[in-house]
């Protein structure tokens, strides 16, 4: 996930971010952190995860809208406005074999 934050909202999105980082890895998935910016201004953050399948992966999306949780952690964001645009991308890692 790229996304583009308030930097005035860092709090919240860190609030966000943790919530989602739970949510991943309740419902399946492996989160591998949100990266967040360190040094100068910045509206920039990512947050890279992964599940074993597309199916799994859409079993966990299908919560969207629907489980209470994933509607709380989503109200951090739309109260807060601290993300101001994110942008999803699919990708297959590419592992060293020894």
């Known amino acids: 996930m790229h996304y583009t934050i308030d930097p005035a909202q860092i709090e919240?999105?860190?609030?966000?971010?943790?919530?989602?980082?739970r949510?991943?890895?309740a419902h399946g998935g492996v989160h591998h952190g949100y990266f967040?910016?360190?040094?100068?201004a910045s509206d920039k953050a990512e947050a890279l995860f992964s599940f074993e399948s597309?199916?799994?992966y859409e079993r966990y999306?299908?919560?969207?809208?629907?489980?209470p949780e994933f509607v709380a952690a989503d109200s951090i964001r739309d109260d807060s406005g601290c993300v101001v645009r994110y942008e999803r991308t699919f990708m297959r890692p590419l592992l060293p074999t020894d």
């Not at 967040?36 to 100068?40: C, D």
């Not at 999306?61 to 489980?67: E, H, I, L, S």
């Open 23 to 25: 949510l991943v890895a």
């Open 36 to 40: 967040l910016p360190a040094e100068g």
């Open 12 to 21: 919240a999105f860190e609030r966000f971010a943790r919530a989602w980082m």
């Open 54 to 56: 597309l199916a799994a």
């Open 61 to 67: 999306r299908a919560r969207f809208g629907n489980d």
